[in-house]
């Protein structure tokens, strides 16, 4: 439905990139394009608020997640789930590119992609490929903290999103409906 599809980054280490997305999402689906979210470090086994409303909202918005095993805090200093979720990652960018290149969808998201990016679990080449190579009318949307100035440069809108203040920073544990 698009005829110029723009690439978009969502990064910072503020609050709200993937909300944003799938607020993107939402209006992407209501004026009736086809919207695929692709979740990166957030296994199907989450109970993600954003995630269960997509599904039971009817709208044409899909969701997939890396099937990859992956805790946020425990994985990142754990071998074996750095090593099977960087093979996951590059499989799914793969996938992702030949998707994006037939145009199977006309809003593309990925959501912590950019974080999988400075973790090391992607490469730049993967994620330059994919932007070079997808349809014209693919809108791109990649969320995550660390976005570097190479992947700014190839964006067309980049939005930082800053902490300035935040409850995790006096111990609040996240809230489910709030956080996720």
Known sequence: ?????????????????????????????????????????????????????????????????????????????????????????????ARLTKLAAKKTYDVLILDEIVFCLSLGLGRFEDVKRLIEQRDSGVELILTGRGATPELIEMADLVTEMKKVKHPFDKGMDARRGIEY
């Open 1 to 93: 439905m698009l005829e110029k599809g723009l690439v978009q980054v969502y990064t910072g280490d503020g609050k709200g990139k993937t909300t944003a997305a799938f607020g993107l999402a939402l209006r992407a689906a209501g004026q009736g394009n086809k919207v695929l979210i692709y979740q990166f470090l957030k296994p199907p086994s989450l109970e993600l608020g954003e995630r269960l409303a997509v599904e039971r909202s009817g709208l044409p918005i899909r969701v997939e997640s890396l099937e990859a095993q992956w805790h946020l805090f425990r994985s990142l200093h754990n071998e074996q789930d750095l090593a099977a979720a960087g093979a996951a990652v590059k499989d799914a960018l």
